[in-house]
Every structure is written in C-alpha cells, then in structure tokens.
C-alpha cells in the first residue's frame, strides 16, 4: 500500500454496500475507504464522477457476474485508468453474486442461514435490517480468504480478480 493511498469502493448494490463497511470497520479485514453504490456492469462513469475522485485512490470495482455482459464495464475500467488521480484500479467479479460469495466464504448451505431468513428472497432485506452483520458473518465460520477467491466466468473471464490486493 503506497502512503497516503485511498481507496474507492463502488459496489453493486446496497447489500455489496453493508457488506464492504463491515469488512472494512467491524471485521477489519479489508482496507478502509469510502464506498458508494455504483454499478459498474450497467451504469456508465461519468465525468462528474471521475473529478470528485481524490487524487492518489486506488478504485474497487465490486460487481455480479450473473449477467454476461461486460461492454459497459471495459469501458469504466478504461476511463478510470486514464484518470490521474486514480492509481489503480481493482476488479472483483462476484462469481454469480453476493449471495453465492456469501455461501462460500461462510459454513452455511444457503443464504438464509446466515441472516435466519424465513426464505432465500427475504435475505437481501433481512441482510440491511441486520443490527449485527459481523457477528453473523463470524457465527457462520466466514473466511475472508474464500470470499471473492474464484476466476470470473466468460465474458469477465479477460478482467482479473484483484481481491488479493485488498485482503489485510
């Protein structure tokens, strides 16, 4: 890590979202930053969004790979590498989501496990609504060394899993 570095976290969605701060304050087990909901996949980076970054920033780019399209995000990556202040950018494909990154990371067989949920599509909002997010992530026996530790599939398969490089 360079002195000075910052780190820039656009994830997903809102359930990416809790998940990186956890990480980041309760777990401490990835690098501290800001985090924003910005989709990578499907939302393209504007200009406005490229000078509010600070200089010197290392941006995460935290998405799903449950839909194989990937034109909109090569591009991102290459208008953030273009930008000064950025100095590098990290990629971390969720292979499929956040669900499945869960499942594997954790001891649990589905994702209502992990948040006592009633159902599998109750997860994402009891997920939020969870008052204690990093003691269930420890009650299941997560690891931050199998969270995002697989190689995207086609058509992500051409952008690398930086994962590594956040992991404390």
């Known amino acids: 890590m360079r002195k000075n ?31 924003q909901v910005f989709n990578p996949v499907e939302e393209k980076i504007t200009n406005l969004r490229l000078m509010n970054i600070a200089e010197n920033t290392l941006v995460v780019l935290v998405f799903d790979t449950d839909i194989p399209k990937s034109d909109i995000l090569l ?5 953030l590498d273009s930008c000064p202040r950025v100095t590098k950018v ?10 499945d990154e869960l499942i594997r990371s ?7 496990e992990l948040t006592k949920s009633k159902s599998d599509r109750d997860f994402k909002r009891d997920w939020q609504n969870c008052s ?18 697989q190689n995207p599939p086609a058509p992500f398969h051409v952008i690398s899993n930086d994962s590594g490089l956040l992991k404390k």
């Open 75 to 79: 591009d991102n990556i290459k208008k």
């Open 90 to 99: 990290c990629c971390i494909p969720q292979v499929k989501n956040i669900e």
């Open 132 to 149: 204690n997010p990093g003691k269930r992530l420890q009650s299941c026996d997560f690891r931050i060394a199998r969270l995002w530790d």
């Open 106 to 112: 954790c001891d649990i067989k589905t994702i209502k």
């Open 5 to 35: 570095q910052r780190y820039l976290y656009l994830v997903e969605g809102e359930n990416e979202k809790r998940l990186i701060d956890v990480l980041k304050t309760e777990l401490q087990v990835i690098y501290a930053g800001k985090t």
